[in-house]
C-alpha cells in the first residue's frame, strides 16, 4: 500500500518515521536522518503532516531545519509526542520507496565548509540552470569545486586519489541547503552512480546525528571555469586585510548609486551618489595597485568569504582594470569589475 493512499495525503506534504529514522520524500530529492539517540525497534511506521509538524516540537524549536528537527532533544520530544498523541499522525504499512546508493561506486569525500562556502556564490537565473548549483569536477588526483552567478566566481582545489576516472556532475542548491541548515561536522561522503546521472550525499552533524540526501544533478553543462579564472603566475599580488575592506565597503555602498552600487578603487575608494556627486572616498586598506569599478556589495562579499593570515589580491599589471583574484591559501574567489577598461 502507497503512502499517499494509506494516508489521503500526497508525498511530499508528510514526513516520515521509521524504523531506521526520518525521511522527507520529495520530486527533487529524499531526505534522510538518523537521530544520535533514535530509540531501537521502532514498532511502526508513522507519517506526520509537515503542516502539523511544527505542533509536536516545542514552540520556537524548528529554526535551524523546517523540515526536520536539528537536535537530539528534539527528536526525543518528537518521538515521545509521538507515541501519545496519535492525532497527529497516520499509520502507515511502509515508507516511500527510495534508493541508496551504495559506496561501491564513484566516491568522494570532501569538506563539508567548502561546500557549504561555495553555495553562497550560486545563482538564481533559471536561464541559466547550471549557474544554480555547486560543480563537483574530479580530474587525475585532485577535485575542483566550483560556483558562480557569472559576477563573482569561487574555485577550490582539493587533493584526492588518482583513481583515473574523470567526472563532474552539480550538486542542487536545495541539496546543500539541507547540509548547511543541518550543521555538519567534519567531511561529507558523496556517491554517484557510474554515468554520474544520481547522487547521494551523507554525513554527521555536531549533535551525532546521521544525515543523507539522495538527489538528482542538475542536468545541464558547467561553464569552463579554468577558461575564465586567470593564471596567478601572470598576475601581480598584494596582501590585503579583508575584515577592512569588507568595512569600508559597506560604508561606501550606503553613499553610492542606490542601483549600480559602483566605487570606483584606485588607491582609494570612492562612491558617487545619484547625481555623480562624490559621497565616500578614503584611502584603500591596502595599497593593490588596480584601477577599477566594481559593484561594492559584490566585492565586499568576495572579502568576507576570505580567511586565513595571508589573504592576498591578484590583478593584472597590464591591465589594472581587469578581474581581480583574492585567494586565503585554500579558496581562489575572482570578482568581475562592473566597468571594463580597454
Known sequence: MSAAKANALPIESALFLTKDGFLRSTVEQNIYCRPA????????VYCVELKRFKDLLPSGSVEVLPILPATPEKFAFLMGRAKYEGENLHHIDDAPDHQIIGVEKKSLRLPADVLIKSLKFVGNDDLRPAMQGVNIRKVAASVAIEATDAHRLIQTIIPA???????????????????????????ILI???????????????????????????IDAIYPNIEAVMPDLSSLKSAKVSPSKWVEALKVAEKGSNPVTKQVHVNGRITAEDLEYNTAFSVPSPDETGIDAHFNASILGFCFSMMDGEDVRLHYN??????????????SKVLCMPVVVKP
Open 37 to 44: 539517540d533514535f530509540p531501537e525497534g521502532m514498532p511502526a
Open 161 to 187: 586519489e588518482d583513481t583515473g576516472e574523470e567526472f563532474s556532475y552539480i550538486i542542487p542548491p536545495n541539496t546543500l541547503k539541507v547540509l548547511a541548515s543541518s550543521k555538519p561536522n567534519g567531511e
Open 191 to 217: 556517491n554517484a552512480t557510474e554515468d554520474a546521472r544520481r547522487i547521494s550525499l551523507s554525513w554527521t552533524d555536531q549533535y551525532g546525528n546521521g544525515w543523507g540526501v539522495d538527489t538528482l544533478p
Open 317 to 330: 599589471p597590464e591591465n589594472k582594470a581587469r578581474a581581480v583574484v583574492l585567494t586565503d591559501g585554500l
